[in-house]
Every structure is written in structure tokens, then in C-alpha cells.
């Protein structure tokens, strides 16, 4: 009985200290009013007549009052009516919604005595938002109770635990994945004081571990196998595949979709996330069954379909949602300054970066890393068992500022800020967290192809193949010797037997299609849509002649990987170097791009959707430099440099990744490190083996009706 004594009197101390700190925020943005409207010529508290001074404040009150209860009761109502509107579309709409919220609360106000032009409501609405935010958050702060439930009201959670629920004990895992952070990069962030918190987790015993990555050193091919345990047939970032006529590019919805129902297929399982997980700005679901921003369900429709109410809980507040649309157009301002600064300097490697870039930049720096990040807080404050998100802020600006510099450092920073917050919360978690850090490829540096060379990959094929080219092309060195080669190897060709290689030549189409060429970062592939099989070299030998020697011997290209009926398949590089796959080792004409090279190329040419050419661009070993077949100056897809070398950070009281002398290689490796780390957690997260792929293993995926296919481009 005097414990409920006790308990009841908690909770009217509770109640007090939440009452006050109403009135207090209630006050403070009367206040803020009051100084808005005598400083906005726009906007007003008084009558036409004119009002005492007590008058106006409690008008300003009355309308502070409304504007903060309209913000409570109707801003979730319209952000929830807008789930389908996309988040980057919702994020520029927030100041217009919380203007038009001020001007609704200034006409509630009896006797007509507040007023504001709509563009002056808005900016009058963004100041009271975001005082009102700040107010509250520090009276919170030293309050543990009273911090923990403005978490859970600002992550979307309305039930935080009761005072004397009993601790889960069971730690959750939360994998954070930095986008494109490589572990060069990493190491030289903390050593240069960019990450705090980062060095942080080292200085406690975190174990900071690289791993490489396969052939594809792209997010499609590293998160499907880190989430899903197989990344088999993915060959690039983007590919055709022959027997259905489908360009599959790993970012878009349709071709995310099947290549998780592919992998779901293939191990007949879910995914990492399968039991109580939640996947926050991901490529693919993993298994979970709450969804954040995940590219494989965004494109579906029905009531199943979660992806878009990840990003509810967060602009639900309205002062997140100003926050956030503030910082967004604070980004698109930075890019623009930072571009222009580096044209005027006339900076080299320099790509384009206007168009919608900004936009593009402010996005998955801004928006998408406030809403991942408030929803992993959301799901750890809900004690789920294993959330895997993805931060991509650092791989967007790499892209087109380059892996090193002032742009990619203040990146990292912010980054940090948001490990940290996340490391803050599991103080408040009702289990304790593990927090694991990852990255699912690095980013190499280097000149475009086409800026080192003046053509791209696709106008030397076509001059290989001796195929129209463009004027600019035919005026550049490699674009000429190709065209020559291409010219004199026709005319050996005329003068030569058919058949003089001894092959039994299979028929080929009288009127060959152009071919298909495609770029993945510093990796190429090059497809002949007509030939329903995968080509061999003594077939495109005898269609264009000059092709593949060209591409080998040009000083852009590290090596080209052809299918032979004679080899089997094989590389070839410049010098006339050729070298069976079957007898490919880490020397010769893949040394420089590293210890398991010859493993990943040998593993990607068992893929039955490989290119009939496979191209990858050479690596200077000794400042790292590729070229990228695609405008980027930070790039990954293939192999050579930093791309190749992620990162694996785990606290200490997980078994190492792999024992003492041995390598972490491959995506799918990764996944079974992760399996074993939630295994290794009391009580069983996720199966030990894999179960028999069966005819109901795709029942996980959110997907009800075949998948359209892609339109080429």
C-alpha cells in the first residue's frame, strides 16, 4: 500500500514537471511572437485601433496556444494524408503547411486582431516551430524521464515503458552503414579529429576490421548479399540480360524488387532482418517487416506497403519537418557556393554539378539521413531486435567532389553527429544496444574516362566497331587509331577464310545490332542484343575485328574479360597479354588491382547474365586514380583502389569477423558474420541453416503481382 502511495505521488510529480514544462514552452513562444511581430512589418497582434500592451500579449498568447495545438492535433493528420506525395516533395511542402497552420491559428483569434501576409506566416511559423523545439528539448535534457519521452514522441513512439516493466536484457543489434566510407578513408577521418564518436567506440575497444568486396563494389551487389546472403548474377551496378530483353539498374524499384525475390529464390530465406528486424534506407528489405525508405517496396502499391510511413513519425512533428526543410535548402546554398568555388579555382578532376544535383545532394544529406536516423532511434526505443540502416550522404557529394577534400570532411562530420545521437539513444533503450558500423564499398579518385581521353567508353566501342562516331571523337587520338584499326581490320577480314580459326561457327545475324554499352563507375559491359548467347572472342573477332584489341591495348583499361571456345574465357590486357580465367591468379595482368582479384573476376564470369565484354579501367597503384565510365570523380563498380576495401566496426563483445591471418571477402561473407552476431545473442534471432528453398520461400516479399519490366534507356 505505501508503495502505491509512492507510485501515485510519482506520478503527480511527473504530471507537475510536465505541466510546467507546457507552460514554460507556452510562454516562450508568446514571447517569440510578440518580438516577431513587432520586428515583421507583415504581421500583427493588435486591432486597427490599436491595443494595450496586455491586450496584445494575450492575443499573441491565444494564437501561440492555437498555433501549438493545431501543430499537435492537425499537422499529423495532413502529413499522414500526404504518405504518397515522395518524402523530397513533402520536405519542400513543410513550410507551406506550417504557414498555413499559423494563419489558421491568427484567424481563430477573437476579434479578427492577428493577421500575417502568407509569406511572412511562414517564415513567423519556421521561428515558432523551431523555438518551441529548442525550449522543449532543453528542459528536457536534465530530466532522464522526461528526455526519454520527448524520444519516443519525436521517433513517432506513443507507449514508452512503464516505470516498472522489468528490463529487457537481451542486447538488440543496430547496423549502421556509411555509404561509400572505405577504410582508408575511415581511418584517416578519426585520425584527423572528423569523427569523434567514432574514435570514441575505437578508444572503448570497438575492432575495426576491412573486407573487400566482390568484382561489383557497388551498394545493389554489396547490400543484397550482406541482407540477403546472396548476391549471385549481379554483374554490375546496371546490365541487360539477353533472355528477357531488360536493362535491371540496381537503384530502380522494379529491378530492386526481383533481384531480392531472385535472392530470396536462390536461399530460401527472408534476410538478415527476418525475426522482429527493420530495414531504414535500404536498396533491399532483408526480411523486415518495418520498412523505412526501402527502394524494393517502393514501387508497390497496397495496405501492406510501409515504405512511405517510415518518414510519418518524423515530419509529424513540425518541428523536425522545419528543421529539416530549413537545413534542406541550406544544403542545395552550400553545393552551389562550394561548385562555384571549385570552378573559379578551376579545380581538376571537376565534373557538372548543376541541374537538379543540389536537390539531388540536399536529399540524401539531409532528408534521408534526419528520417533514417529518427527511425532507427524509433526502433530502438521500441526494443527491436536487429535494424539495419543506410546513411548515403557521404557517397553522394564523393561522387562528384571526389573521396578527399573540404566537401567530403564536413560530410563525415555530420555523419559522425549522427552516429553519435544514435549511440546517445541506446542510453534510453529499454534493452541494450550493439552498434555496428559498416560500409558496402569505398570510392576511388581519379579523371573520367572521357576527361582523360575525350570519348567515352561507348564512342570507342563504336569506333572499334567501326560504327558512326561523332565529329569531336573522330578528332581524338583513341578515337582515330580505333576508327584505323577498325578500317584495316575489315579489309583483312575480306581477304581471309570464314572460318580459319577451325571453330564450327555458329550462325550470326546478317544485320547485327548496335551493341549495348553500359557503365558501372570505373567498370564496363558490352552486350550484343542480337546474339541470344553469350559471345565468344572468335565470334566478335570475326563481326568487328578491331574491338577487342582496341579496348585491350588502350591506355585507359586495365583488362577485358571475353568468353573463348577455344579458353574457355579469358583477360586480356595491353601487350598482347592473354590469360585463361581458369589459370587467372593475383599476378600478371591483375596485380596491381590486389590480393582476390582473380578470384572476383573468376566468380563474375560464372554468371549467366556476364557481359559479352567486360571491361574494367586501369588502376594507377600508386595514387589510387581509375576512370570512371560515368561523370563521376569518386567512383566505385569495379576493381582498383579504395573502392574494393569497406570496413567492418564491432564492439568487442562480438567474436572477431575472422580469425587471426585470414580475410573478410565477399558481400555474402559479411552476412554470415552478421547471422552469426545475432546468433551469438541470447535466444535464436534468426535460423542456424538455411531452410530448403520452397515454392512459398517468396511469401516475405511484398509483392503481389509480377514485376513490369524496364523500359531501356
Not at 513562444?29 to 510578440?34: E, F
Not at 551487389?221 to 528477357?244: C, M
Not at 569505398?442 to 564512342?459: H, R
Request: hydrophobic share 40%.
Amino acid at each position: 500500500m505505501g508503495d502505491g502511495r509512492w507510485g501515485g505521488a510519482d506520478r503527480w510529480r511527473a504530471a507537475g514537471r510536465a505541466l510546467a514544462r507546457v507552460v514554460v514552452v507556452w510562454a516562450v513562444s508568446t514571447l517569440t511572437m510578440l518580438v516577431l511581430a513587432g520586428v515583421l512589418p507583415d504581421f500583427q497582434l493588435q486591432s486597427a485601433d490599436g491595443d494595450s500592451l496586455t491586450r496584445t500579449a494575450l492575443t499573441a498568447a491565444s494564437a501561440a496556444g492555437a498555433f501549438g495545438l493545431l501543430g499537435a492535433l492537425v499537422w499529423p493528420l495532413l502529413v499522414r494524408a500526404l504518405l504518397l506525395v515522395p518524402a523530397l516533395v513533402l520536405g519542400l511542402l513543410v513550410f507551406f503547411l506550417n504557414g498555413s497552420l499559423l494563419l489558421v491559428a491568427l484567424w481563430l483569434i477573437p476579434d479578427g486582431r492577428g493577421a500575417a501576409d502568407p509569406e511572412t506566416a511562414v517564415v513567423v511559423a519556421a521561428a515558432m516551430s523551431a523555438v518551441a523545439s529548442a525550449t522543449s528539448t532543453a528542459l528536457a535534457v536534465r530530466d532522464d524521464d522526461a528526455y526519454r519521452r520527448r524520444l519516443y514522441r519525436l521517433t513517432g513512439r506513443t507507449r514508452p515503458r512503464a516505470p516498472g516493466d522489468a528490463p529487457e536484457h537481451t542486447p538488440g543489434t543496430v547496423f549502421l552503414q556509411l555509404d561509400g566510407v572505405g577504410h582508408r578513408v575511415l581511418r584517416r577521418a578519426v585520425d584527423d579529429g572528423l569523427m569523434p564518436t567514432v574514435a570514441g567506440l575505437l578508444d572503448a575497444g570497438h575492432r575495426l576490421t576491412p573486407w573487400r568486396t566482390d568484382w561489383s563494389s557497388q551498394t545493389g551487389a554489396s547490400q543484397l548479399g550482406i541482407l540477403h546472403g546472396s548476391n549471385e548474377d549481379v554483374p554490375a551496378f546496371r546490365w541487360y540480360e539477353k533472355d528477357t530483353g531488360r536493362l535491371m539498374v540496381s537503384n530502380r524499384p522494379s529491378s530492386a524488387v526481383e533481384l531480392q525475390r531472385r535472392a530470396v529464390r536462390r536461399t530460401g530465406d527472408g534476410g538478415l532482418l527476418t525475426f522482429d528486424g527493420a530495414s531504414r534506407g535500404n536498396l533491399f528489405s532483408g526480411g523486415a517487416d518495418q520498412l523505412a525508405l526501402v527502394l524494393s517496396m517502393a514501387g508497390r502499391r497496397g495496405p501492406r506497403n510501409r515504405s512511405r510511413a517510415g518518414y510519418f513519425a518524423y515530419f509529424s512533428d513540425p518541428a523536425n519537418a522545419v528543421r529539416t526543410a530549413g537545413s534542406f535548402v541550406t544544403e542545395c546554398l552550400r553545393e552551389t557556393v562550394q561548385s562555384t568555388r571549385a570552378l573559379l579555382r578551376r579545380d581538376t578532376p571537376r565534373v557538372s554539378r548543376g541541374g537538379t544535383y543540389p536537390f539531388v545532394r540536399a536529399f540524401a544529406t539531409v532528408l534521408e539521413r534526419d528520417v533514417v536516423v529518427s527511425a532507427v532511434m524509433g526502433d530502438m526505443l521500441a526494443g527491436r531486435t536487429a535494424v539495419y540502416a543506410d546513411l548515403v550522404a557521404y557517397d553522394e557529394v564523393a561522387h562528384h567532389s571526389g573521396p578527399h577534400g573540404r566537401d567530403t570532411d564536413q560530410v563525415l562530420r555530420r555523419l559522425d553527429r549522427s552516429v553519435g545521437l544514435i549511440v546517445t539513444v541506446a542510453e534510453h533503450a529499454p534493452r541494450p544496444y550493439r552498434i555496428v558500423l559498416l560500409s558496402d564499398h569505398g570510392q576511388s579518385p581519379g579523371e573520367t574516362f572521357e576527361g582523360a581521353y575525350g570519348l567515352t567508353l561507348k564512342d570507342l566501342v563504336r569506333a572499334g566497331c567501326g560504327l558512326p562516331v561523332p565529329r569531336r571523337v573522330r578528332r581524338t587520338r583513341s578515337g582515330s587509331e580505333a576508327r584505323d584499326a577498325a578500317r584495316d581490320a575489315l579489309r583483312l577480314a575480306l581477304h581471309r577464310p570464314v572460318d580459319e580459326t577451325g571453330e564450327s561457327a555458329r550462325e550470326l545475324p546478317a544485320r547485327p545490332s548496335e551493341p549495348v554499352v553500359l557503365a558501372s563507375g570505373n567498370l564496363g559491359l558490352i552486350s550484343f542484343p542480337d546474339v541470344p548467347h553469350r559471345m565468344t572472342r572468335e565470334e566478335i573477332e570475326r563481326r568487328h575485328p578491331a574491338l577487342l584489341r582496341t579496348l585491350a591495348h588502350h591506355p585507359g583499361i586495365g583488362f577485358v574479360l571475353v568468353a573463348s571456345a577455344e579458353h574457355g574465357s579469358v583477360v586480356l590486357a595491353g601487350g598482347g597479354t592473354e590469360v585463361p580465367v581458369a589459370e587467372l591468379d593475383d599476378t600478371g595482368p591483375l596485380a596491381v588491382f590486389g590480393p582476390g582479384a582473380a578470384d572476383a573476376v573468376r566468380r563474375t564470369d560464372g554468371f549467366p547474365h556476364v557481359a559479352d565484354v567486360m571491361v574494367n579501367s586501369m588502376h594507377d597503384p600508386v595514387t589510387g586514380a581509375v576512370h570512371a565510365f560515368e561523370e563521376q570523380i569518386g567512383s566505385h563498380g569495379g576493381l582498383g583502389g579504395e573502392q574494393t576495401r569497406p570496413f567492418l566496426l564491432s564492439p568487442p563483445e562480438l567474436s572477431a569477423p575472422v580469425g587471426p591471418g585470414e580475410e573478410l571477402a565477399g558481400a555474402e561473407q559479411v552476412h554470415r558474420v552478421l547471422r552469426r552476431w545475432l546468433r551469438e545473442c541470447e535466444g535464436p534471432q534468426v535460423p542456424v541453416e538455411n531452410p530448403p528453398s520452397t515454392d512459398g520461400s517468396e511469401s516475405v516479399l511484398p509483392v503481389e503481382r509480377p514485376v513490369a519490366q524496364d523500359k531501356k534507356r
